[in-house]
């Protein structure tokens, strides 16, 4: 059976820059706050005609440039999102419409945080199966319109950002490189710590103007419960990989965490025992941009000459769900 290697990567995020002391300006909050609790200074949000679909198609583009590949080449769109541009349908089939395909699968995957690593999972499955040669894997959000942008919401919305990062897999042939194993995990137990109520419905209307002001269209979420169990789940989802790949943290040339939050990420990084220049961080400048995390940051990662042909990368996410994951991949 072929392994799965990453062809291209890419992201984009929008142009619109908001710092902290822009947020302080229109909810009771301030950077040092805000640095101190995230090590977050700025995040992009969109402005007006920009979506998820818009953002995902960007970095596509720029993923098949690199990859030298016409849309047409592509099998199949694995898009990975929380926060998608409407209700239904998925936003998998607007970004093939933007794509100019007509005649290839596009499946969401709704696993927040989580989403990318999920979402490769599946992509994996397909490509060593030879289900599909040639898969978009997308991460995107627009976090922004979704959030409570006054003081009510600030533990929350000071922490996200939007973007979409991509990556097109395709099968190798070469024993030694591409994807080595996923581990994904999910712990419904905790689903209301971190979550949306509304629109859904489990209530009738689905929508109403009391849901609304209530503000239960907004994310919400208990920060110490996630940052507790964030701090000891992703460690486990690292050992995981380390262990069924019989390697030991000391093997590992970069661990690309979803970035969350950079406390939660130096107590992974403490946690596994990893070395600075082991850990990617990026959180200062994009916030947490969920699904979209991990493959910006790969991204980055390798125009910065952080992984070259052999190295093992480790993936690691933890959010909403509460869902985990990993994956250990020989570049
Ligand atoms: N600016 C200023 N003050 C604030 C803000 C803000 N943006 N938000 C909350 N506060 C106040 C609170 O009201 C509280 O005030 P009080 O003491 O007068 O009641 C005080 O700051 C401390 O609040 P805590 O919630 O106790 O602060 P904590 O140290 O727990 O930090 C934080 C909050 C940053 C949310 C933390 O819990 C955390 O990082 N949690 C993880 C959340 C996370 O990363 N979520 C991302 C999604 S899931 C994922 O991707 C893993």
């Known amino acids: 059976m072929p392994r799965t290697e990453f062809i291209a990567t890419a992201f984009h995020v929008p142009e619109r820059v908001v710092t902290n002391d822009d947020l302080a300006q229109i909810m009771d909050t301030s950077d040092e706050w805000i640095t101190q609790r995230s090590g977050i200074k700025t995040r992009h949000w969109v402005s007006d005609g920009e979506t998820g679909a818009s953002l995902a198609t960007a970095a596509a583009r720029k993923a098949l440039a690199k990859a030298g590949m016409r849309p047409a080449e592509l099998d199949c769109i694995v898009y990975c999102t929380c926060t998608p541009d409407h209700f239904e349908p998925g936003n998998g089939v607007f970004l093939e419409r933007e794509l100019g395909l007509s005649d290839i699968p596009a499946i969401d995957v709704r696993n927040q945080c989580s989403g990318f690593i999920y979402g490769l999972s599946v992509a994996d499955a397909w490509i060593r199966t030879g289900q599909y040669r040639r898969v978009l894997l997308v991460g995107a959000e627009v976090h922004s319109r979704g959030l409570d942008r006054t003081t009510r919401g600030r533990d929350t919305t000071v922490l996200f950002g939007d973007g979409a990062g991509v990556a097109i897999l395709g099968p190798t042939d070469d024993p030694e490189r591409g994807v080595l194993s996923t581990h994904l995990f999910a712990d419904g137990r905790h689903a209301e710590k971190l979550w949306v109520d509304a629109p859904g419905l489990a209530h009738d209307p689905f929508i109403s103007e009391q849901l609304i002001r209530e503000g239960k269209h907004h994310a919400v979420m208990e920060g110490r419960e996630v940052f507790k169990y964030a701090s000891i789940l992703m460690p486990q989802s690292v050992a995981a ?13 970069l661990l690309v965490p979803h970035q969350a ?3 939660i990420i130096e ?18 400048r994009y916030g947490n941009t969920t699904a979209a995390s991990i ?13 070259a042909r052999g190295d093992l990368l480790l993936l ?4 909403s769900g509460f869902t985990w994951a990993s994956a250990a991949v020989r570049w």
Not at 245 to 250: A, C, E, L, M
Not at 267 to 284: E, F, S
């Open 261 to 263: 939050n950079l406390r």
């Open 241 to 253: 990989a380390l262990e069924a790949n019989h390697v030991t943290p000391g093997d590992v040339k």
């Open 295 to 307: 493959p910006i940051a790969l991204d980055e990662a390798l125009c910065e000459g952080r992984l």
């Open 267 to 284: 107590m992974v990084q403490k946690a596994v025992g990893l070395r600075d220049d082991q850990v990617y961080t990026n959180i200062d």
């Open 316 to 319: 690691t996410a933890f959010g």
